[in-house]
């Protein structure tokens, strides 16, 4: 006959056992419930798009041009635009 | 083992089949009932799909500038069979071209913006975007506090070097390079204030951003089908029929103006524009990029955007890049322009500008 193992040890193994097993079960939940929702998720990857542009935007400066940026600029843009369609 | 193979090879001309050969067959059946299937259910199902034949054919087309005209207009005639359908509405699918000579600039004067948002709703209602789940916006409205705002008219033309006083040995300081002449910081702005905010806010400027219609485009470079391309008038368009969704341009972009459709965008019947056109206001589907056109279906006609239309106190200018008298070129020669800082030299076509 084989007596059952009832050491500290054993114990907190079988606890760490269950408490894997529940935080696995919990995690494949949440994964299938927003795999289950695609409005949701699309909802939310379009917010975070959103959020995006919100970060990069606010990293931004608006710069005045003086007068030979404007001529620079419009002349590159012009240039541009006559090589596109010469 | 190779006997066996050599010798199924020799019965192929014969009438009898292998096990193999079999199974082989019935897979490749499989497969093509599935790709027939999945073709042809590009609109939903609760969507009354007037011709699944032509959605699969609609899947099967290649890029629209490549057609030919034949091919072209019986693209179009599938997509307005197919709208006219879904929306209840009869739906036109234009295909107006590029104007001659013309390469389209926009100015929006941030001293008069009262950050009403009309614009925004203005564009939602011309260019059929999503209203809810999820809600596509292409206009954004910053509110930057007034404080962020720097301006001395009597160093514009500076820059120069200028002599430094520990010598001139090769140490040159620039006269922009510590005290800049000019500028809007971004920091503190808000993107969301909310809807019902009373504006505006004498305390805050108001910067709608949206799609800056570079001339060297980050996005076009990055698309590695080009299904995003700058029209001859400076626009940037896309095939949203081309598009495979990699968000490749999304990431490019470095005004992040692009937005993609990650769910079936959700129109209402009753307010979809009917007027459309292939390049712009079409209703466009899950998995593809979207963006600001300028509304090409009205400006290739000779119209204004819907967003200047919009504007109640008249803070936007659009007009002729090539044409001197027209109004953005006026405002180029006259008024204290801004634009976004061009760290990637894109040469945007898009200009903030106060006076």
Not at chain 2, 46 to 68: C, I, K, N, R, Y
Not at chain 2, 337 to 343: H, N
Request: glycine share 6%; hydrophobic share 35%; net charge positive.
């Amino acid at each position: 006959m084989i007596k059952a193992d009832k050491s500290k040890r054993t114990f907190f193994k079988k606890v760490a056992a269950v408490v894997g097993f529940v935080a696995a079960a919990d995690y494949l939940g949440n994964l299938m419930s927003v795999r289950g929702n695609p409005i949701q998720q699309a909802n939310d990857n379009s917010e975070y798009d959103v959020n995006k542009q919100k970060k990069v935007l606010l990293q931004k400066q608006l710069v005045s041009m003086t007068d030979n940026d404007k001529k620079q600029m419009l002349d590159e843009l012009l240039d541009i635009h006559n090589k596109n369609h010469a | 083992m190779s006997d066996d193979r050599a010798e199924t090879n020799n019965k192929k001309d014969d009438v009898t089949t292998s096990r193999r050969d079999f199974l082989k067959n019935i897979g490749i059946a499989g497969a093509s009932t599935l790709m027939a299937g999945s073709a042809s259910a590009g609109v939903p199902a609760d969507s009354p799909d007037p011709d699944a034949e032509s959605t699969a054919a609609e899947w099967l087309q290649g890029h629209f500038v490549l057609m030919s005209e034949e091919d072209k207009k019986e693209a179009i005639n599938r997509l307005e069979k197919r709208y006219t359908a879904k929306y209840d509405k009869k739906t036109t699918v234009a295909n107006t071209p590029p104007l001659e000579g013309v390469l389209f600039g926009y100015a929006l004067n941030i001293g008069k913006c009262i950050g009403c948002r009309r614009c925004v709703h203005a564009c939602v209602q011309e260019n059929n975007q999503s209203r809810t789940n999820p809600v596509i916006h292409w206009i954004q409205v910053m509110k930057i506090p007034k404080g962020n705002f720097a301006f001395t008219a009597d160093k514009l033309n500076d820059g120069y070097p200028k002599s430094s006083a520990f010598g001139d040995y090769g140490v040159q300081v620039g006269g922009n390079a510590y005290a800049p002449v000019g500028g809007l910081a971004t920091e503190h702005a808000q993107s969301y204030y909310s809807a019902d905010e009373m504006v505006p806010d004498k305390d805050y400027f108001y910067v709608p951003v949206q799609c800056q219609q570079c001339e060297k485009p980050p996005c076009v470079k990055a698309c590695p089908v080009r299904a995003t391309f700058r029209d001859p008038n400076g626009v940037v368009v896309i095939d949203y029929n081309w598009c495979i969704g990699c968000r490749m341009c999304q990431l490019a972009c470095p005004y992040q103006a692009r937005r993609f459709n990650w769910g079936e965008p959700n129109l209402p019947p009753e307010e979809m524009n009917p007027k459309t056109h292939y390049f712009g206001n079409r209703p466009r589907m899950r998995g593809v990029m979207e963006k600001c056109t300028f509304c090409v279906q009205r400006t290739r006609e000779g119209r204004n955007p819907a967003c200047l239309e919009a504007c109640p106190v008249g803070a936007r200018k659009f007009g002729n890049l090539l044409d001197p008298e027209s109004d953005v070129r006026k405002i180029l020669a006259t008024k204290k322009v801004f634009r976004f800082k061009e760290e990637m030299s894109t040469y945007p076509k898009f200009f903030y500008y106060i006076g």
